[in-house]
């Protein structure tokens, strides 16, 4: 038997946008009965960048697409128990792993922002016995590559204004980049008051976040080495964690070689080599690891065969890569469904 798990549990949209298919899921959960004061083990990853994941008797959090909504994103971690409702943006999860299934970058203003926020809630669940993991999405893989069709304005403005701050910044990196989530508003808030910002200077405002962005985003660029510290799967304890879903063949290609070689490409580690190309088999193509969405049609779209046959499929690729269920973001569930089980 193998299940797969869809971001199912919606949270109110907010202006900034509505399209944003955030949800947070509890997907294992057996540390609440753990009434003896015996500590948990300790958490053990394998795979640069993650992608084995030893998380004993830990909860096990999912979050879906963020889109660059960093309120969303805020009220999808305080309902699921992670993050402090005093807008300290403080961990609460304690040992909880939590997971971030990709596509926080497009369609909002607050990209950097939220990216900023994970990684110094990282920082502090692993000083309580927890960690926060993220996984590339489609929309990661697309900025990397240098395609901004989905980019808000508000988002090329971020840009702009998160590369002032590092240039101006004399903090090591790691400080500086957590501490975004922190002055991004008001950076925000200065840049809208500015008279020349509705003026006739704007285009030229538009231009530089654009090259901003990608400065920031190229592949060996400041983000897309921040983005190259994530996998496009993961594995904790018997679940796998992708954006748009797993497949027998990419089993068989290895877990570990399609991370790493995402991870090298945003690095810029093979910029000379023009052999080196985009790694496709996670990244590019409908039933690439990234934008695959066989597991994520909704139930009645599909017909009694086609579903026997999609079960068939993820049941195999979960043997093949020895888990028990799947989680995926990726496409908006219109189904309320928190877990749909697959299996023979």
Request: hydrophobic fraction near 35%; proline fraction near 4%; aromatic fraction near 8%.
């Amino acid at each position: 038997m193998a299940s797969l798990c869809l971001n199912s549990l919606p949270v109110p949209p907010t202006s900034l946008s509505s399209s944003s298919s955030s949800s947070s899921l509890l997907l294992h959960n057996n540390n609440n009965n753990n009434n003896n004061l015996s500590p948990l083990k300790p958490i053990v990853v394998s795979g640069d960048p993650p992608t084995f994941v030893s998380a004993p008797g830990r909860r096990i959090l999912a979050v879906g697409d963020l889109h660059g909504d960093l309120k969303q994103a805020r009220s999808a971690l305080e309902m699921a128990g992670v993050l402090s409702s005093d807008g300290r943006d403080l961990w609460t999860g304690g040992e909880t792993v939590l997971v971030q299934l990709g596509d926080i970058l497009d369609r909002g203003e607050d990209e950097i922002a939220i990216l900023s926020m994970l990684r110094s809630l990282d920082r502090q669940a692993k000083e309580k016995g927890g960690a926060v993991f993220q996984v590339n999405g489609n929309h990661e893989t697309m900025n990397v590559e240098g395609d901004y069709r989905y980019v808000e304005s508000g988002g090329f403005d971020e840009c702009n204004d998160f590369l002032e701050y590092i240039n101006g910044s004399e903090g090591d990196w790691e400080e500086t980049f957590t501490s975004w989530v922190d002055v991004s508003k008001r950076w925000k808030e200065d840049r809208t008051m500015s008279k020349s910002y509705w003026g006739p200077w704007n285009l030229l405002k538009r231009q530089k976040g654009v090259i901003a962005r990608s400065i920031l985003f190229r592949p060996g660029g400041l983000l897309a080495r921040e983005l190259a510290r994530h996998a496009v799967v993961l594995k904790v304890n018997d679940w796998v964690f992708c954006h748009g879903g797993l497949l027998p063949h990419h089993v068989a290609y290895g877990l570990e070689r399609m991370n790493k070689e995402v991870s090298e490409w945003m690095r810029g580690q093979h910029e000379d080599d023009n052999t080196h190309k985009m790694p496709f088999i996670a990244t590019r193509g409908y039933d690439s690891v990234v934008w695959n969405r066989l597991y994520s049609r909704d139930t009645p779209d599909l017909v009694d065969y086609q579903a026997k046959q999609v079960c068939s499929i993820l049941d195999e690729t979960m043997q093949a890569v020895g888990a028990k269920a799947m989680v995926v973001g990726h496409t908006p569930q219109t189904i309320v469904n928190t877990i749909v089980a697959y299996g023979a």
